[in-house]
C-alpha cells in the first residue's frame, strides 16, 4: 500500500460526506457528487472517508 498522508484543506468536504451519511442512516436517501480538476485532492479526500466509514462506524463493504 502506499503511504497516507495528513488530509489538508478539505475537512469541509470531509465534513458534508459524514454528514451525507448521517442523514443517510435516518433513512433519508442521499446522492453524493464529487468532482474536480485533475489534483485538487478527489481520491485523497475519499481515503479519508473510507477510513471514517470503517474507524467511526466499522462499515467495511459499500460501494463508491
Known sequence: E?????LVGREG???QLQEALETAQDSEAQMVLLIGDTGVGKTR???AFISYLHLAHGINNFFV
Open 2 to 6: 502506499g503511504i497516507e498522508t495528513r
Open 13 to 15: 468536504e470531509l465534513r
Open 45 to 47: 479526500l475519499m481515503g
